[in-house]
């Protein structure tokens, strides 16, 4: 026989915040607000423990990509060129 699951088993508890705590300076933010008045970075959605999570930063990737293709372009122009 199978056994039947009871909805209420499944049933996740959810919170309500009205403030979220920034992850670079640790002071509150409110909810609805997408940039920490203290330091000034963009924090995302508040997670089930409080916190705001970190917003992807693609500028800062694509600058480090491009630093490091700059330098092997340097090294290959200064020691493997001939």
Known sequence: MARKKD????KVETKT???KKCPYC???VAVKDMQCNACGKRVGVVDSSGWARKVFDWQAYLGAVMAVIMFLAFYYWAFLAE
């Open 7 to 10: 909805p209420a088993a499944n």
């Open 26 to 28: 640790y002071t509150y």
């Open 17 to 19: 915040f009205t403030v």
